[in-house]
């Protein structure tokens, strides 16, 4: 009898920790651009340190998409400015909290 309770205790804890790995992991995946608007002046980099190349400078308050959060330091975004659509990197301390 303990072997069996044991058996299935086991194998009720696999079914668990793999179906809860799948619930994570899909919640990303279906998470696309996020708006948000910048609170300060900020540089949009054309990668992920401030010796890169800027691209365009943006005002404060201007609305940009968040399409990930790659670093710890910086997120990739798009932003649309003066008819032109610019992906790269900007600072987070660009946004608020």
């Given at each position: 009898?303990?072997?069996?309770?044991l058996?299935f205790?086991?194998?009720?804890?696999l079914?668990?920790?793999?179906?809860?790995?799948?619930?994570s992991s899909?919640?990303?995946?279906?998470?696309?651009?996020?708006?948000h608007?910048?609170?300060?002046?900020?540089?949009?980099?054309?990668g992920m340190?401030k010796s890169s190349k800027e691209?365009?400078?943006?005002?404060s308050?201007?609305?940009v998409?968040v399409?990930d959060t790659?670093d710890?330091?910086?997120?990739?975004v798009?932003?649309?400015?003066?008819?032109q659509?610019?992906?790269?990197y900007l600072?987070r301390?660009?946004?608020?909290?």
């Open positions: 009898m303990g072997r069996f309770f058996f205790s086991i194998l009720g804890l079914f668990s920790c793999s179906s809860a790995s799948e619930t899909s919640t990303k995946r279906n998470q696309g651009p996020v708006a608007n910048t609170i300060v002046d900020c540089v949009l980099y054309d340190s691209l365009v400078k943006l005002s308050e201007t609305e998409q399409t790659v710890y330091y910086f997120m990739k798009r932003v649309v400015k003066d008819g659509t610019y992906n790269g600072h301390n660009c946004f608020g909290m």
